[in-house]
């Protein structure tokens, strides 16, 4: 069982940057792929940005050069550094941990479905 608390959500000028943490209880994040996701008002939950292995990164293309994902398994903390925010990017935002990756992790990286363990959310709010 891995329980994470996200943290860094708050109110920030378009423009601004925020960088999101998200606290791990695993004894290590070094065999779980590290996503976060959002969900802005009245909207689905999507995946922005996703890490496997200690490099391996993708992300949405609206948040590319834009947001940037990292993983630190000596300190069990995944961040997404958010850099020229937008209102666009208002929403909850979301850590999760999937084991693996698996063979389709190509296919199936940006998955709600692929994510077991999930964080309860923190807001950031672009105006």
């Known amino acids: 069982q891995v329980q994470l608390v996200e943290s860094g959500g708050e109110p920030v000028q378009a423009g601004g940057s925020l960088r999101l943490s998200c606290a791990a209880s695993?004894?290590?994040?070094?065999?779980?792929?590290m996503g976060w996701f959002r969900q802005g008002p009245g909207k689905d939950r999507e995946g922005v940005a996703v890490?496997?292995?200690?490099?391996?990164?993708s992300y949405k293309d609206s948040v590319k050069g834009r947001f940037t994902i990292s993983k630190d398994d000596a300190k069990n903390t995944p961040y997404l550094q958010m850099n020229s925010l937008n209102a666009e990017d208002t929403a909850t935002y979301y850590c999760?941990?999937?084991?693996?990756?698996?063979?389709?992790?190509?296919?199936?990286?940006?998955?709600?479905?692929?994510?077991?363990?999930w964080g309860q959310g923190t807001q950031v709010t672009v105006s």
């Open positions: 999760a941990a999937a084991e693996g990756p698996s063979s389709n992790w190509a296919r199936v990286r940006f998955h709600e479905s692929t994510y077991k363990y």
């Open positions: 695993a004894d290590t994040l070094s065999r779980y792929c």
């Open positions: 890490i496997a292995g200690v490099s391996v990164t």
